[in-house]
């Protein structure tokens, strides 16, 4: 059974950064393209950003530029640098293993029980 545990949430200032991290058990974490969804209040869940088995990596418009996705395949880890976040950034965020070696929409795989991030203005 998959297990995924998301940290690394929190406050912050408008402007400021946070890394979230996602520890994966219980696969072969390598073959898994993994990703970073967010859910705000009243909003859909929706894609952050998402990188392949072979570290090909996807972001949303609002992401590009501001986030960067990694993976660390010897510690069955990603990883999610946001950067220059903003209040509108504020939500939930949910990582996914993905059933495959590549991302697709709509996401199917194992999902962990996400982490709250909160952005002051």
């Not at 979230?20 to 898994?32: E, P, Q, T």
């Not at 090909?56 to 590009?64: F, G, I, K, L």
């Not at 990883?79 to 697709?104: F, H, W």
Request: proline share 3%; hydrophobic share 30%; with cysteine.
């Amino acid at each position: 059974q998959v297990h995924l545990v998301e940290s690394g949430g929190g406050l912050v200032q408008a402007g400021g950064s946070l890394r979230l991290s996602c520890a994966a058990s219980g696969s072969i974490f390598r073959i898994n393209a993994m990703g970073w969804y967010r859910q705000a209040p009243g909003k859909q869940r929706e894609l952050v950003a998402a990188i392949t088995s072979g570290g090909s990596t996807t972001y949303a418009d609002y992401a590009q530029g501001r986030f960067t996705i990694s993976r660390d395949n010897t510690k069955n880890t990603i990883y999610l640098q946001m950067n220059n976040l903003k209040p509108e950034d504020t939500a939930v965020y949910y990582c996914i293993r993905y059933n495959s070696g590549t991302y697709y929409y709509p996401p199917n795989g194992d999902w962990g029980q996400g982490t709250q991030v909160t952005v002051s203005s």
